[in-house]
T-cell receptor
Framework: GENVEQHPSTLSVQEGDSAVIKCTYS??????FPWYKQELGKRPQLIID?????GEKKDQRIAVTLNKTAKHFSLHITETQPEDSAVYFC?????FGAGTILRVKS | EPEVTQTPSHQVTQMGQEVILRCVPI?????FYWYRQILGQKVEFLVS????????KSEIFDDQFSVERPDGSNFTLKIRSTKLEDSAMYFC??????????FGPGTRLTVL
């Protein structure tokens, strides 16, 4: 079945720095790659997604890049703020990555 | 803005009891999903439902689980005989393809 590997499992950055989280997937036919943010006790919320016909998508401080050849996609958060602290999940089809705990230190 | 809703927010049950978790998807959505998340772990897919039948299910979704859309609005997950390891947060989601999945707030199931 589909497998999604996500790294790192935890990430601590200083406020204002950038954060990058990477996921690799196994199904070469995949065409939709979402990223979710989950705060403690809350539901996963979509923050950005990308489809296979583009290589990069940006929304203010958040961007996602996709490399279909290498089968990986990455989340980039620039100018991190304390409120970015949460667990971030990538997903491919119905399979979620293991999650990355992002801590932004002020 | 329309939202997926779930009831109850917290369900406590004894091992071996049946539970039904309820979801009301967004009204014009076509695909419905159940996921679970054990505390501190990742979100795991259980089942997807389309056109009044299961379209996909995971290995977790064994004979103890069933789903139903009893009317035009509710989507339910039944666990026939709960086990301790069924304790988790259960999320319902819905989508109008090819757009994003919208998640409900979750039901925390505690099996004692």
């Amino acid at each position: 079945g589909e497998n999604v590997e996500q790294h790192p499992s935890t990430l601590s950055v200083q406020e204002g720095d950038s954060a990058v989280i990477k996921c690799t997937y196994s199904d070469s036919a995949s065409n939709y790659f979402p990223w979710y943010k989950q705060e403690l006790g809350k539901r996963p919320q979509l923050i950005i997604d990308i489809r296979s016909n583009v290589g990069e998508k940006k929304d203010q401080r958040i961007a996602v890049t996709l490399n279909k050849t290498a089968k990986h996609f990455s989340l980039h958060i620039t100018e991190t703020q304390p409120e970015d602290s949460a667990v971030y999940f990538c997903a491919n089809k119905l399979v979620f990555g293991a999650g990355t705990i992002l801590r932004v230190k002020s | 803005e329309p939202e997926v809703t779930q009831t109850p927010s917290h369900q406590v049950t004894q091992m071996g009891q049946e539970v039904i978790l309820r979801c009301v998807p967004i009204s014009n959505h076509l695909y419905f999903y159940w996921y679970r998340q054990i505390l501190g772990q990742k979100v795991e897919f259980l089942v997807s439902f389309y056109n009044n039948e299961i379209s996909e299910k995971s290995e977790i979704f064994d004979d103890q689980f069933s789903v139903e859309r009893p009317d035009g609005s509710n989507f339910t997950l039944k666990i026939r005989s709960t086990k301790l390891e069924d304790s988790a947060m259960y999320f319902c989601a819905s989508t109008y393809p090819p757009n994003e999945q919208f998640f409900g707030p979750g039901t925390r199931l505690t099996v004692l």
